[in-house]
């Protein structure tokens, strides 16, 4: 019978170690997955920005845009479009990353402030009231309730025009 105690006793101690093994297997699963998601969110900016970078037009376009939507020409609205539904689309990713709490909460404050910033935009507002029923409906409703800064995000423009 003390054979059995003891044997009874190693295998609870090894279906101990086996699920203390397991959660540690998780816990690593869970921040290799997390590393790939930020690697793939730097990746997703970069390749965005780099657009920017690499095209000047495009780049001037999209502060257009971003300031005074209704009064581009009908290609600069196109284009714009299509750079706008790329940076919401973006953005609506990283709002459910966060919702799923994948984001790093001090990543997520940083995107949250230039997502904020340009969301309140005049021109990138004119373009919303067209285009937000693209997107998910508590991803519209979260961006429309957040309060427009006191000091909106500028644009290039407007860091020029200060700086003069």
């Known amino acids: 019978m003390n054979y059995e105690i003891i044997i009874n006793s190693i295998a609870s101690i090894g279906v101990i170690l086996s699920v203390i093994f397991l959660a540690y297997q998780i816990k690593k699963n ?8 930020y690697d793939s969110l730097n990746k997703t900016n970069m390749e965005f920005l780099r657009q920017l970078v ?9 502060e257009k845009a971003t300031s005074n939507w209704d009064n581009l020409n ?13 940076l919401f689309r973006h953005w609506e990713n990283m709002f459910y990353q966060h919702k ?13 402030n230039t997502m904020i910033g340009y969301f309140h935009h005049d021109g990138t507002q004119e373009w919303w009231l067209k285009r937000k029923m693209a997107f ?19 644009t290039i423009k407007d860091l020029t025009i200060k700086n003069k």
């Open 54 to 62: 690499e095209n000047r037009e495009l780049g001037e376009l999209l």
């Open 30 to 37: 869970t921040q290799a997955s997390r590393a790939n998601y």
């Open 74 to 86: 009908e290609d600069d609205k196109r284009t714009s479009n299509y750079l706008f539904i790329q």
């Open 100 to 112: 799923l709490s994948v984001l790093d909460k001090q990543l997520w404050t940083n995107h949250l």
């Open 136 to 154: 998910a409906k508590d991803f519209r409703d979260f961006l429309e309730k957040t309060e427009k800064p006191k000091q909106i995000y500028p």
